[in-house]
T-cell receptor, first 115, second 111 residues
């Protein structure tokens, strides 16, 4: 059971380049999340999805787009990378509350550096 | 911005000491979760709380869901070196709502 898998694990981008981070979960979870983690800032929610075909903005959505075309996948896109997007990105998934457990399970993270 | 206030921001304690950290919120949460993050890894769930007043233990860890539903604490008894890491609280407002995380407590243990 792989849980939550993120690819890639590391990436260096030049300013202005685009890229897509992939998150895949095999737990049949409805909810999926993208967070960024910066020193002293904890985990800040970028975007999330409560089901296939739906997405919503979190705390820090600017500069990012997401898509949830399949229930098991949640993609995070950077159209034009900026140095301020240098961070560690975490994907997570969970069941919705009221349907068994609601704990979010996390991937191992993607360390992105924008130069 | 974040709705959870987690304290302390960091702790440096002696091995064998007990540790306590807490989270408070201006909003009522229906679920409180506590996570630990080791360096280079994603957060891993330690304890989940679903009812106001609930007290739950997991080995040396004990967490409680505050009666007001606006706070939670985590205690670690007899700390050991492998307890080092960042501890996060997280709350969920309810069905269809996202998880909100605290800023984390960095725990360092002197052996």
């Amino acid at each position: 059971n792989a849980g939550v898998t993120q690819t890639p694990k590391f990436r260096v981008l030049k300013t202005g380049q685009s890229m897509t981070l992939l998150c895949a979960q095999d737990m049949n979870h409805e909810y999926m999340y993208w967070y960024r983690q910066d020193p002293g800032m904890g985990l800040r929610l970028i975007h999330y999805s409560v089901g296939e075909g739906t997405t919503a903005k979190g705390e820090v959505p600017d500069g990012y787009n997401v898509s949830r075309l399949k229930k098991q996948n949640f993609l995070l896109g950077l159209e034009s990378a900026a140095p301020s997007q240098t961070s560690v990105y975490f994907c997570a998934s969970s069941y919705p509350q009221g349907v068994g457990n609601t704990e979010a399970f996390f991937g191992q993270g993607t360390r992105l550096t924008v130069v | 911005g974040q709705q959870l206030n987690q304290s302390p921001q960091s702790m440096f304690i002696q091995e064998g000491e007990d540790v306590s950290m807490n989270c408070t919120s201006s909003s009522i949460f229906n679920t409180w979760l506590w996570y630990k993050q080791d360096p280079g890894e994603g957060p891993v769930l330690l304890i989940a709380l679903y009812k106001a007043g609930e007290l739950t233990s997991n080995g040396r860890l004990t967490a409680q869901f505050g009666i007001t539903r606006k706070d939670s604490f985590l205690n670690i008894s007899a700390s050991i070196p492998s307890d080092v890491g960042i501890y996060f609280c997280a709350g969920q407002l309810g069905y269809g709502n996202k998880l909100v995380f605290g800023a984390g407590t960095i725990l360092r243990v002197k052996s």
